[in-house]
């Protein structure tokens, strides 16, 4: 069997033993849905023609959404038009694969919009990328396996996911042509993909017209240049009607952009959302525009305040098919960061939040990592004293959106465990009120539906591991003491005098930097509510306290420990706890496969080796500089 296939969420990917229960006769709609539902019984093993299932599309429960009732003597799955009715199989089956066989179940996305980017190079290789090599690239031009991607759209597609991008939004001359030359190509790739109710969506360049055009400029206000880009959207939208829209990276990490032409990021966006505007399409604007090339010592600028510094005062200037894609904390997909500022401050201004399911700083699915956990957090948020961010989604943010995890790895994301991720992104953005337990739930009673005994101790062990990697990681929200390339590993000092506007500024007495109002000013950019929470070093979260302070490593934490041994006994704890990891694991072994079991046990030890290196790098780093040894007396390298 293709070892893809052997651990896939998806009830209908893993055949199984056959249920406690007749099997099922499916009926009404044909179409792709109904193929769907008859591929997915066969697969869990319900093949014997008993209960009736009908399909039904019934407009008045709206776009997207599906009802599921009845039971052992008759199923009706109804959607709201096609989608929803996938929607409807896929949530029946994966109800039915973790045993339920009563159903009275209405079901909706929260936002309409739930996005995957893949940050595939033409070459294949994956910018960011843990999983092996691209699933839609090979050799410089695009290449798959077809079967491979399907199952991968159905994967998608099982969660809910309803757009893609698939190439990397820094976009290389070559894979800019994909709406030129290779559209034949793109084409195909939104053919495969379509089915599924998943839209295509081209990272696009931003100097295309004269990379491509021969124009000598890209300038949004340049009449030339936005006939270029009509014309080009227009050849586009001919071969690939239901393409959702144009993604965008400009001014940012040295991509030329408005801003370097003298123009602004609502010229930009807006030039290419007039482009695509007759067609029905959609500008993704991407808000990751800092100084990446700050100079260390310069204690003014501060880079989380650039997102909202940029396009705050541009709230009203965007045309109405711009939606802004933010990123969820204003540096970059830390461990622990606050919430973006930008997010829900804008009133005219659709935005979009993004996340990121590949783990570039949260152990590149070498360690075990549940973003889910985090996501809970950032849902949580508050924007005001009664909003949180999960109120504004279907509302301001009818988009989330994250960067993908998977890649042509015969599992799909490198460590088996990390299909939580993958998983628990697409329930998430469907129903942002959803907690991680109940997400890591579910993918693991369909991931682990046969075997059993293993599924408790999985969950928690994957629950837990959002709070054991942050305990071995920088400490208390400060970010970024990672290896200034790869981003795996410790480097306390990597970025510390380097122009990427990331510093933490640690000396022999303190460490961090003053973001209140007395500081950089950085939390005047939230509500009130929110910034006088952080100004005040009581009522910040501790567990952020450095984002936001800097603070003395003799300061007392509410806990009665200094700031210097909450880092040492965390240091400790956390290689502590992936031992426990792997005790529990090991515990498994007659529970699990032995592929499953032994690749999951390879990467727990890599776990080790990493947690061991932060530990020792991190603890000696802070004995160095401060010549105060551990109170419990352990071992810390001089
Ligand atoms: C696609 C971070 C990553 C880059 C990525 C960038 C982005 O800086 O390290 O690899 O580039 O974010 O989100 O655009």
């Not at 339920?100 to 033409?122: C, E, G, M, V, Y």
């Not at 014309?231 to 991509?255: C, M, Q």
């Not at 541009?314 to 830390?334: E, R, W």
């Not at 009818?398 to 991720?421: F, R, Y």
């Amino acid at each position: 069997m293709n070892k893809n296939r052997e651990f896939g969420y998806q009830a209908w990917l893993q055949p199984g033993p056959k249920l406690d229960f007749p099997g099922f006769q499916p009926a009404g709609e044909k179409g792709f849905a109904y193929d769907e539902l008859v591929r997915g019984l066969h697969r869990i093993g319900c093949r014997d023609i008993d209960t009736m299932i009908n399909l039904a599309l019934c407009e008045d429960i709206g776009p997207q959404a599906y009802k599921i009732t009845g039971s052992i003597d008759g199923i009706t799955i109804r959607g709201g038009d096609e989608r929803g009715l996938l929607y409807g199989v896929y949530g029946f089956l994966s109800r039915l694969r973790r045993g339920q066989t009563s159903f009275d179940i209405f079901d909706k996305p929260a936002a309409s919009r739930r996005i995957l980017n893949h940050w595939d190079n033409i070459t294949g290789r994956i910018e960011r990328g843990y999983s092996g090599k691209s699933l839609f690239f090979k050799d410089g031009q695009i290449g798959y396996d077809l079967e491979r991607l399907k199952d991968y759209a159905r994967l998608l597609a099982s969660i809910g996911i309803n757009e893609i991008s698939f190439n990397n939004v820094n976009v290389c001359s070559e894979s800019a042509k994909l709406i030129t030359d290779y559209l034949p190509d793109t084409k195909r790739i939104a053919e495969i993909f379509r089915p599924f109710g998943i839209k295509i969506i081209v990272a696009i360049h931003f100097e295309s017209p004269v990379l491509m055009g021969g124009l000598s400029t890209a300038d949004p206000l340049d009449p030339d240049v936005a006939e270029w880009w009509a014309k080009t959207a227009a050849n586009v939208y001919k071969e690939i009607p239901d393409l959702a829209g144009f993604v965008v990276k400009a001014d940012s990490e040295f991509r030329a952009g408005p801003m370097s032409l003298g123009r602004t990021q609502a010229d930009g966006a807006n030039l290419i959302a007039r482009a695509v505007k007759p067609h029905g399409g959609m500008c993704y604007w991407r808000c990751f525009v800092y100084n990446c090339m700050q100079d260390w010592r310069d204690t003014e600028t501060d880079r989380p305040k650039a997102a909202y510094d940029y396009f705050y005062p541009l709230d009203g200037h965007f045309d109405d098919n711009v939606m802004l894609q933010i990123k969820h904390g204003p540096s970059d997909f830390q461990v622990r960061e606050p919430n973006s500022p930008l997010l829900g401050a804008m009133e005219k201004t659709p935005q979009m939040l993004e996340l990121q399911v590949t783990q570039e700083y949260t152990g590149q699915q070498k360690d075990l990592y549940a973003l889910a956990v985090q996501w809970e957090e950032i849902f949580d948020h508050p924007i005001t004293d009664i909003i949180a961010t999960r109120d504004l989604i279907g509302d301001k943010i009818d988009a989330v959106v994250a960067v993908a995890n998977a890649g042509d790895d015969s599992n799909w994301t490198g460590h088996l465990l990390a299909q939580a991720n993958t998983y628990a992104f697409g329930r998430m953005a469907w129903d942002p009120s959803l907690t991680a337990l109940q997400v890591i739930e579910e993918w693991a009673e369909l991931t682990f539906a046969n075997y059993p005994k293993a599924i408790r101790p999985i969950i928690e062990m994957v629950l837990e591991s959002r709070g054991v990697y942050e305990k071995y990681n920088a400490p208390l929200g400060i970010g970024w003491m990672v290896n200034i390339s790869h981003h795996y590993g410790p480097s306390v000092d990597g970025y510390e005098y380097m122009k990427w506007g990331t510093y933490h500024r640690a000396d022999t007495k303190a460490i961090g930097v003053d973001r209140t109002t007395a500081g950089t000013g950085y939390t005047a950019q939230y509500h009130p509510y929110v910034q006088a929470m952080y100004e005040n070093k009581e009522t910040c979260p501790e567990e952020i306290l450095l984002y936001f302070h800097r603070l003395p490593y003799d300061y007392k934490l509410r806990s009665g420990q200094t700031l210097l041994q909450y880092i040492y006994d965390t240091h400790f704890e956390g290689v502590e706890d992936v031992e426990g990891f792997i005790a529990t694991w090991e515990s498994l072994k007659e529970d699990l496969p032995e592929e499953a079991y032994t690749s999951v046990k390879e990467r727990l030890q890599m776990q080790l080796a990493n947690a061991k290196e932060w530990r020792d790098v991190v603890n000696s780093y802070f004995y160095r500089k401060t010549g105060i040894a551990d109170a419990k007396g352990r071992k810390i390298y001089e």
